[in-house]
């Protein structure tokens, strides 16, 4: 199965590939569906076609967003310019983008969009003789119904299903909730996220009296969708005849892709090379490492019936947070430019492909003028560390995540 890794920009998309992604999908800076991540400029789209082809990847361009007649033209120029660059495929949800594609650039793989909703064969095998490659189902379908879907397609036409991340409330994404209340059109990739403000309820004939709905100190989240982690049941997702397993995260930190699409390179590997029981054995481990990225509480989504519970999701939280990149490793000493404070006598933990190593924080130097400092907070600052072990530009440093611990009752 291929694991498929968000690349919101350029630093996400070097991460996805340095941490084991067979492909990335990622965005133009316009008819996208993610208005506000950074996005691709030509020139960094070129660059970054480079370094996925140059490691036997694929990208895959985002041209999901519901386009109007004026726009039409626009996004063709935009997927002509992006094929002949070399991108791999276009992920479309307009029907009359996707025939206006087809007539426009023949040459281009496209694939489904899960805003497209894809919910019964009917609709799968409708897209495949219009020439879809790729069909990325709908979030609402269970294994069973995939199953079904996947044998009555052909076998040419791949099936992409999402395995983590953040879930929208709204049917495949389809959400009229922001374009309502703030005037950002999710649809048209500006969803200022309403579904996570917390929300309080007024019955009609107590004007004023605000009600919580299983409120606590931080308020409900009524509407707020649970992520999505379906990595202990990677067997059922290729059971089930998914070729493609996506993780959510346009949105998300070059630090977040490295440690989800990690976890999920190493999940595959083991229940590919080493079998089920190998896979089975380090899902504790994973799942552990897992909990140290943002996230919020998770269940499996539609695939094995209804979400259980169906919402009420509660904010982002994390055991360890992202505290700093690694910039070079030199005679022992490690260069690290800052995200977050940490202090001597911290043990953070250096993120590289495949795992972690401990790093204990015995001394902190200014990489500039050598002072000797008891902790660093400014983000871009630039300090060093010793350092035993070897660690390279691309890795990540994580630390302790202090309000989780003081809201456990820790330190």
């Not at 700093?324 to 202090?343: H, I, M, P, Q, S």
């Not at 001394?363 to 072990?389: Q, W, Y």
Request: charged content about 25%; some cysteine; proline content about 4%.
């Amino acid at each position: 199965m291929e694991l498929l890794a968000p690349a919101g920009g350029p630093a996400q998309l070097r991460s996805a590939i340095r941490f084991g992604a067979d492909a990335v999908y990622g965005g133009l800076r316009r008819f996208g569906l993610r208005a506000s991540a950074d996005n691709f400029g030509w020139d960094e789209l070129a660059e970054g076609l480079r370094v996925v082809h140059g490691a036997g990847k694929r990208f895959y361009l985002t041209l999901n967003i519901l386009p109007y007649d004026d726009e039409l033209d626009g996004l063709c120029e935009d997927a002509e310019r992006a094929y002949a660059l070399g991108v791999d495929g276009a992920i479309v949800a307009d029907l009359g983008a996707f025939c206006r594609l087809r007539e426009r650039v023949p040459g281009l793989a496209l694939h489904v969009s899960t805003q497209a909703n894809v919910m019964n064969a009917a609709a799968a095998q409708l897209f495949a003789k219009m020439g879809a490659r790729r069909i990325v189902l709908a979030r609402e379908l269970s294994l069973q119904r995939i199953w079904a879907i996947r044998r009555e397609l052909p076998e040419e036409v791949a099936l992409e299903a999402f395995v983590h991340g953040a879930m929208c409330m709204a049917y495949s994404g389809r959400c009229m909730l922001s374009d309502h209340l703030t005037g950002r059109g999710g649809n048209r990739g500006a969803c200022a996220q309403p579904c996570r403000w917390q929300y309080h309820v007024v019955e009609e004939k107590r004007p004023g009296e605000v009600i919580g709905v299983e409120a606590d100190e931080r308020g409900t989240s009524l509407f707020s969708a649970y992520d999505l982690n379906m990595l202990d049941h990677l067997p059922e997702l290729r059971e089930a005849g998914i070729s493609s397993l996506k993780i959510e995260g346009r949105m998300k930190t070059a630090f977040y892709v490295a440690a989800v699409t990690s976890c999920y390179r190493q999940a595959l590997d083991l229940l590919e090379k080493e079998g089920e029981a190998a896979y089975r054995a380090a899902l504790p481990a994973l799942q552990n490492e897992l909990r140290k990225v943002s996230h919020r509480a998770s269940n499996t989504g539609f695939y094995f019936g209804r979400p259980t519970p169906e919402s009420g999701a509660e904010g982002v939280t994390q055991t360890m947070e992202y505290t700093a990149d690694v910039e070079g490793w030199t005679d022992g000493l490690l260069t690290l430019r800052v995200k977050n404070r940490f202090y001597v006598g911290d043990v953070l933990e250096i993120v590289r492909p495949g795992g972690f190593d401990r790093l204990p924080i015995t001394e902190i130097r200014d990489a500039e003028t050598g002072e000797l400092l008891r902790t660093v907070s400014v983000a871009g600052h630039r300090v060093t560390v010793p350092c035993a072990s070897l660690a390279e530009p691309g890795d990540f440093v994580r630390g302790p995540n202090r309000n989780h611990q003081s809201k456990e009752g820790g330190a």
